[in-house]
């Protein structure tokens, strides 16, 4: 099976211990992702997250440091690449403001009980986690897939 690879630019933005997260839900369960999205042909990819984080939440940041990789192989219409950044946190942004599929909103996360809530993919809980406290983490995650276990350590 022939699936196209889409290549996705996710944002780390944290302020007063906590993460920002865009909340989904379906009528029946609530979880959380983190800010970002598709990359545009001719968008560079710190482009790509600071317009998807004041697209879904209607905040400012400035693209920083490439944090980790995660992938999506199976699972969606398309094999998902998140590159996820650090991002600073500059305010309230103008512009027009349209959330993702399933957006309700979005909150700032505890980072200290991060590992414990409904953040998906669940392998970044705890390389946010370790960043936050400047431990080490991997750069690369690997691939999550819907059914793996939860990562809750």
Known sequence: MSRQI???AKAVIIRGGKLLAIKLGDGREEWYILPGGGQDSEETLPEAVEREVREE????VKCRDLLFVIEGVHGEDFH???LVF????LGEAS???????????FDWLEISKLNTLPLYPSKQRRAIMNFYENKP????LGNEEAGDPECLE
Do not use: E, F, M
């Open 6 to 8: 889409r290549t996705s």
């Open 57 to 60: 939440t209607g905040l400012a």
């Open 80 to 82: 998902r690449v998140d």
């Open 86 to 89: 650090s991002c600073d946190y």
């Open 95 to 105: 512009g027009d403001r349209h959330g993702d599929t399933n957006q309700i909103g």
């Open 137 to 140: 983490y991997p750069k690369y």
